[in-house]
Nanobody
Framework: QVQLVESGGGLVQAGGSLRLTCSAS????????MGWYRQAPGEERDWVALISTTTTFTNYKDSVKGRFTITRDNANVYLQMNELKPEDTAVYYCYVVERPRTEYWGQGTQVTVSS
């Protein structure tokens, strides 16, 4: 079992920055993939950025490339969001995958970007 707690969401003006943090606890030694998803009102949850815990692999949704950066340390995954746009407004969810392939989600944190 893995527990996830997110923090760092909030209200920011367009062009501003926010840093999301997800703290993982429990069986984190078995986690091999971490990332962030988001869900805007009326839309399906969609991936934003992913990072491996065992390689240097990272991947970003095209719309956030060059603006968002995903990093991690032992038990945390971060999403640095710069040059935020109103269309980035969503609930952001932390996501991890534990071997062999069990997925866990955080409770979500609201990010609102005003124009």
């Amino acid at each position: 079992q893995v527990q996830l707690v997110e923090s760092g969401g909030g209200l920011v003006q367009a062009g501003g920055s926010l840093r999301l943090t997800c703290s993982a606890s429990g069986n984190i030694k078995s986690v091999y993939f971490m990332g962030w998803y988001r869900q805007a009102p009326g839309e399906e949850r969609d991936w934003v950025a992913l990072i491996s815990t065992t390689t240097t692999f990272t991947n970003y949704k095209d719309s956030v490339k060059g603006r968002f950066t995903i990093t991690r340390d032992n038990a945390n995954v971060y999403l640095q969001m710069n040059e935020l746009k109103p269309e980035d407004t969503a609930v952001y969810y932390c996501y991890v995958v534990e071997r062999p392939r069990t997925e866990y989600w955080g409770q979500g944190t609201q990010v609102t970007v005003s124009s």
